[in-house]
């Protein structure tokens, strides 16, 4: 009887060791996968904001801020899955938590700053007056008085115009600014300069210059909701960094516009 005991007993404490041990394996095993997930970033970006966010000719998300937001990603060994929304509904989507992170050529302003964090910029652009190569009466920003010139009327570079005393034809984007101003039914356009080098990166031949100016300079960065930990975004900018002085950020400009819009 004493025998038996001794033998369910044992079987008992057996059991209940391996239980134990099955326990803590699976609380292991659940650690390190919520571990893993958390290394990842839920990206908010248009897909339709060509040439940083779109989709190529086979479908495939593409662009100059994906370039970016994935070479980040890379350094710092974190998982990445983009998210395409509308302009209109990229902040409301940061604000719910459906994504943490935009990547969207989102500019740093005072207002933006005041709701959300950002990384260190990775673009820099500055405004230039884009005019037909043979203008010789429009030489700077301050020439434009009394000319028309194609804008967007509620823009900063339609409010830009507009102080320099400029004429102005409403258009809806950059790209029919452009075609206004190759067909000679407008003076010139005001826009930033990465939209001219993307332009003339696709139109090498077209018979356009821009004029450099001390106006509307901008930065774009990474965008983070104020509840986003600080850790995170200082090693977002410990990557960003790194691939500032490695080359890699100038090697992705490159690649897109023929210059190094990465650093001021």
Same mark, same amino acid.
């Given at each position: 009887? /004493?025998?038996?005991?001794?033998?369910? =007993?044992? &079987?008992?404490?057996?059991?209940?060791?391996?239980?134990?041990?099955?326990?803590? *394996?699976?609380?292991?095993?659940?650690?390190n +996968?919520?571990?893993s997930?958390?290394k990842?970033?839920?990206?908010?970006?248009e897909?339709?904001y060509a040439?940083f966010? $779109?989709?190529?000719k /086979?479908?495939? &998300?593409?662009?100059?801020?994906?370039?970016v937001?994935?070479a980040?990603?890379?350094?710092?060994?974190y998982?990445?899955?983009?998210k395409?929304?509308? @302009?209109?509904s990229m902040?409301?989507? &940061?604000?719910?938590?459906?994504?943490?992170?935009?990547?969207n050529?989102? %500019?740093?302003?005072?207002?933006? +700053?005041?709701?959300?964090?950002?990384?260190?910029?990775?673009?820099y652009?500055?405004?230039?007056l884009?005019?037909?190569k043979?203008?010789?009466?429009?030489?700077? $920003?301050?020439?434009?008085? %009394?000319?028309?010139l194609?804008?967007?009327?509620?823009?900063?570079?339609?409010?830009?115009?507009?102080?320099?005393?400029a004429e102005?034809?409403?258009v809806?984007?950059f790209?029919?600014?452009?075609?206004? =101003?190759?067909?000679?039914r407008?003076?010139?356009t005001f826009?930033?300069?990465?939209?001219y080098?993307d332009?003339?990166k696709?139109?090498?031949?077209?018979?356009?210059?821009?004029?450099?100016?001390?106006?509307?300079?901008s930065? *774009?960065?990474?965008? $983070?909701?104020?509840?986003?930990?600080?850790?995170?975004?200082?090693?977002?900018?410990?990557?960003? /960094?790194k691939?500032?002085?490695? %080359?890699?950020l100038?090697?992705?400009?490159?690649? @897109?516009?023929?210059?190094?819009?990465?650093?001021?």
């Open positions: 009887m /004493k025998k038996t005991l001794l033998t369910i =007993l044992t &079987l008992i404490l057996v059991v209940g060791l391996a239980a134990c041990g099955n326990g803590n *394996s699976d609380n292991k095993d659940s650690k +996968k919520t571990a997930e958390s990842k970033f839920v990206v908010g970006t897909g339709t040439p966010s $779109f989709h190529d /086979k479908d495939k &998300l593409t662009g100059y801020d994906i370039d937001m994935k980040v990603a890379k350094e710092m060994n998982k990445v899955e983009f395409e929304t509308q @302009w209109d902040f409301a989507g &940061l604000d719910s938590g459906r994504f943490n992170v935009i990547a050529q989102v %500019g740093i302003n005072s207002d933006r +700053k005041a709701k959300y964090k950002f990384s260190e910029p990775y673009t652009s500055k405004a230039v884009v005019v037909n043979n203008n010789k009466d429009i030489k700077t $920003f301050d020439d434009v008085k %009394g000319k028309n194609a804008q967007t009327f509620t823009s900063n570079y339609g409010k830009l115009a507009k102080s320099k005393g102005m034809t409403k809806d984007g790209n029919q600014a452009m075609d206004l =101003l190759q067909s000679n407008v003076d010139g826009n930033d300069n990465i939209s080098l332009y003339k696709q139109k090498p031949n077209a018979k356009v210059k821009a004029i450099e100016g001390n106006a509307e300079k930065q *774009s960065a990474l965008t $983070f909701n104020k509840k986003e930990d600080d850790a995170t975004i200082k090693k977002v900018n410990k990557a960003m /960094k691939l500032k002085d490695n %080359g890699e100038a090697k992705i400009s490159k690649k @897109w516009f023929g210059e190094d819009v990465s650093k001021s």
